[in-house]
């Protein structure tokens, strides 16, 4: 007597497809970057948008961002802003300032585009960009310091001599450490 036995095909779960798979994801970012850049290359043919295109560019990169929760997509998106803005701000509002005060607007404007980084990606994506505050606030002291000028300007000018001191202090400190984790 044979049993007639019919095997059942196996579902791989890797292989089945469900809506919040990467790859539909990838899709998504896919089809939300052609409308990005459809609308723009409109727009760019019938406006001047000479001095808003890093300003645009990096809000299109925020909003793919921000739509795909992807903290890759946010970092050229605040960097590309934050540049966007101070060229914005020195060809409008600060362009008659001159000197020293248009370098210290355009540098919190950069920082401005590495702070909204952390920001952005502590609100939409699973893992906050912590590392960009750093660099948003080195940008943000020197651009404080250049507007103040004054005793600033003369501590901005110390530090730049002698940061050199710090990282041998840092490398100092280290290597002790790791002399007495030895012990």
Avoid: C, K
């Avoid at 803005?85 to 060809?91: A, C, F, I, K």
């Avoid at 660099?135 to 507007?147: N, R």
């Amino acid at each position: 007597m044979a049993t007639n036995y019919q095997e059942t095909p196996v579902l791989d779960p890797v292989e089945e497809t469900s809506p919040a798979t990467p790859a539909r994801r990838s899709d998504m970012g896919g089809g939300v970057a052609l409308v990005a850049i459809g609308l723009f290359l409109l727009v760019a043919r019938f406006l001047d948008i000479g001095q808003i295109f890093l300003l645009l560019l990096g809000g299109g990169f925020l909003a793919w961002g921000i739509a795909t929760r992807t903290a890759g997509l946010l970092i050229p998106g605040g960097i590309l802003s934050g540049i966007g803005l101070g060229v914005l701000l020195m060809e409008g509002p600060f362009g008659s300032v001159g000197g020293d005060a248009e370098g210290g607007v355009f540098l919190l404007s950069f920082a401005l585009g590495w702070f909204s980084i952390t920001a952005l990606s502590a609100l939409f994506t699973r893992d906050t960009q912590w590392w960009a505050v750093i660099p948003g606030t080195i940008m943000a002291l020197i651009g404080t310091g250049v507007l103040v000028g004054g005793a600033a300007l003369t501590v901005l000018e110390f530090v730049g001599d002698y940061w050199p001191v710090a990282l041998i202090l840092v490398g100092l400190y280290l290597l002790f450490r790791r002399q007495q984790a030895m012990e």
